[in-house]
Structures are given as structure tokens and as C-alpha cells.
């Protein structure tokens, strides 16, 4: 017998940087494999914060993180890709669905993944509408001042710390 070897290398994780990197090389390793290739297909799913129950600040990060307890509930796979997929949030009994289901009446139309960045900035959009209208000010004026001063960066880390930034002055 010859041994054959594959390996691969995985990336920090926002929550268990080492976790995520050891459980990251071993999904890798088993792409390589063959083994759970639909892992590749999985749509991404953005559960914004106002659907969460359990938000803290992460000390070191400097990140909101949501420490519900979140549990796939249905999936479906076929021909190696992932075409359903349920998860609740057992914390607040809310479910985000992506795919599609068989009805009697036929397929139901793909239901996209939320858009990150443009959830985001609803909240911030909202905080900064309700920091304004407390002190008086123009809210586009505010909004404008943010996006041009140094350090902006459209991610969702920065605008949801802009956010928080936000709501904690009108609540000061």
C-alpha cells in the first residue's frame, strides 16, 4: 500500500477563531474527498440583529455577536447542492428559510438570502433619523458627515458598531 494524503488550511472563525480554523482545514480536507461537498452550496443567510434575543459586545473584537442558539431544522439536498434549508433561532422561535418547498400547487419561488449591508443600514438609517430628530438636526446632513469622514468603510461590522454608536447617544 501507498498512502495518500490531502490536506488544507482554514480561516479564523468571528466567534472561536481557533475552532473555526481547525473545523474550516477539516471541511476543506474532506472537499477534498469527495465528503461534504454541498457544504460549498450554502446559501448565505444574513439574520439581522434585530432579529436576535442575545447580542453582546465582543471585548476584544470590538463586534456585536449573537450568542442565540440557532438549529437547522430542514435540508434538503440534491445532486450535491443544497435546495431547502431551515434554520430557527430556538431563543425567539423565529425561522429564516431559504429555497424551495413543493407545494400542491407546484414549487414555491426561491426566497433570496437578506442583503447584509442594506439590512444594516436600515438600523442605521433608523438610529440616526431618531439621534437628529432628538438634537434638532438634519439626519442627511449627519449621514452625509459619516460616509465622508475618515475611516467609512461599507461593511457590515462598521455599520452595525455605527449603528450601536447611534442608539446608545439618543438613549444617553
Known amino acids: 500500500g ?14 472561536e477563531a481557533q475552532k473555526g480554523e481547525a473545523s474550516d482545514a477539516a471541511k476543506r480536507a474532506g472537499f477534498c474527498w469527495g465528503i461534504g461537498r454541498e457544504l460549498y452550496t450554502a446559501p448565505f443567510i444574513w439574520v439581522g440583529a434585530d432579529k436576535c434575543r442575545r447580542l453582546k459586545m465582543n471585548q476584544k473584537s470590538g463586534r456585536w455577536q449573537c450568542y442565540d442558539d440557532f438549529r437547522v431544522t430542514e435540508l434538503v439536498v440534491n ?6 434549508l431551515q434554520i430557527c433561532n430556538a431563543s ?30 436600515r438600523r442605521l438609517w433608523a438610529a440616526i433619523n431618531r439621534y437628529a430628530e432628538l438634537r434638532g438636526e438634519d439626519p442627511n446632513a449627519i449621514a452625509d ?27 444617553a
Request: glycine share 8%.
Open 2 to 15: 501507498e498512502w495518500i494524503w490531502k490536506w488544507d488550511t482554514g480561516t479564523p472563525s468571528n466567534m
Open 79 to 84: 445532486d450535491g447542492r443544497i435546495d431547502s
Open 92 to 121: 425567539n422561535r423565529m425561522a429564516v428559510v431559504y429555497g424551495r418547498q413543493e407545494a400542491a400547487d407546484g414549487p414555491r419561488a426561491e426566497e433570496p438570502a437578506q442583503d447584509a449591508v442594506k439590512e444594516v443600514k
Open 145 to 171: 458627515g459619516m460616509t465622508h469622514a475618515s475611516g467609512y468603510v461599507e461593511t457590515v461590522e462598521y455599520l452595525e458598531r455605527k449603528a450601536y454608536e447611534f442608539e446608545e447617544a439618543c438613549n
